[in-house]
């Protein structure tokens, strides 16, 4: 089983910086794809930015240019830094990954979120 772990969310004005990380720990073969994903209250969850196994990335409209997402395939982490902020970037942040077991299958795995607020 795979625990996926973010930190770095809090409270920030806007134009502002925030880097959120997710650590992924556990008993597994390898860590395929990863993403950020966002909730604001009363909306859908929406895809932020992704990442492949070998690096490729794509990003929502509405992030580029502003965000940039990244891992550390040594450290198991991915990370989400974040400037000039907005406040419709307000939301709960999760972490994403597709696990491969050690038995390989493949499946996915969440994390607990993280609060991103930005004041105007």
């Known amino acids: 089983q795979v625990q996926l772990v973010e930190s770095g969310g809090g409270l920030v004005q806007a134009g502002g910086s925030l880097r959120l990380s997710c650590a992924a720990s556990g008993s597994y073969l390898s860590i395929d794809d990863m993403g950020w994903y966002r909730q604001a209250p009363g909306k859908q969850r929406e895809l932020v930015a992704a990442i492949t196994s070998g690096g490729s990335t794509a990003y929502a409209d509405s992030v580029k240019g502003r965000f940039t997402i990244s891992r550390d395939y040594a450290k198991n982490t991915m990370y989400l830094q974040m400037n000039s902020l907005k406040p419709e970037d307000t939301a709960v942040y999760y972490c994403?990954?597709?696990?491969?077991?050690?038995?390989?299958?493949?499946?996915?795995?969440w994390g607990q979120g993280t609060q991103v607020t930005v004041s105007s």
């Open positions: 994403n990954a597709v696990i491969i077991s050690s038995a390989r299958r493949q499946y996915d795995s």
